[in-house]
């Protein structure tokens, strides 16, 4: 979406520089990968013939990007952060989206490379740290720093609010996925588990969000015949977003079975944020139910069972559940641990560390 935005631009004192990439259909594999080796090559270019940095840091999409933050920071003698958002190969061979065995093996030595040699590397969850350090990065380089939300831009709003109002979500049990539409979210449970609750008129499942899977559960909604109880949306603009997601009685945060600290779906945080209870379907050992049992925000279940989901909302939706103290408990949560001033605290003390070695 970054196409007709200029190559150059300042924001809040930072240079930003875009360089050019292809930007073909991500649903591909193929094309993804030009897509990732235009921009590594173009970027890695660009920042060998910039001025000498303080200091190298960069995210894990595309996967083999720490290999180029590494390169840069040994040619200029400068430390390494790398900051983990997902493990790679492990997601893309867990949602059976990369099955060339050589292709795995390859982008696994590439990415043990660059754990092994980052000077710092941040995990966004406990459950990550410990993976990571199985694929061979030094637990004395590894730190933990969730990712964040900022608790001032989305706050608890009344759950019939005007964007209620406006999809008809008012006199309704509200159950809502707000985000990606993508292969981790295992969409296929909710729009199962729709199946199970027709008898329940006031039970509206909301789909908010776009991605790779989005004309895959149109259809299988129209070919299970719950399109009046599975209601699709757009994503929701940023300054909507806190009455979108206090539209909700109950959000639902799936994660694909396999997926255990390989990813930790921002959203939750959002969520949380807006003071609205979950239900995490997702692997017992996964970050994001640990987070949801320890805080106590919202009910966990296995991944892939639709029934189980739906029964688990029929008894939210019968009242078995104090889904209102369940969102207390995750705003306060997010107030205290997950707020982005004190993520950014943790962050600025860690590049001083960096800096300061």
Known sequence: GHEDAPRM???NGVRITRVS???????ELARRAANYFSYLGAAGAYVLRGPTPDLVVCMTDPPIVGDLGVAVGRRFG???????QDVFPE???ELDRLRNPAVVGVLGTLVGA??????????IGETMRERLQAKGAPPDRLRVIPNWVD??????????NEWAGQHDLV??????HSGNVGHAQDLDSLVRAATFLRDRDDVQIVIAGFGARHAEMLELAGRLEVEDTVRFLPYQRREKLPYSLSSADLHVVGLAKGLAGYVVPSRLYGILSAGRPVIAAADEESETARLVREVGCGLVIAPGRPELLARTIRSAAEGEYDLEEMGRRGRQYVEE???RVVAMERYRALVRELLAA
């Open 21 to 27: 990439s292809t930007s073909f259909d991500r649903a």
């Open 171 to 176: 006199s309704k049990f509200v159950v809502m």
């Open 91 to 93: 997601i893309a061979t």
């Open 337 to 339: 641990d997950a707020d």
């Open 114 to 123: 660059y754990l092994r040699r980052a000077d710092r590397i941040v995990a």
């Open 9 to 11: 631009v300042e924001h």
């Open 151 to 160: 608790t001032r831009a989305i706050t608890p709003q009344p759950r019939d």
């Open 78 to 84: 400068v430390p390494v952060l790398v900051i983990s």
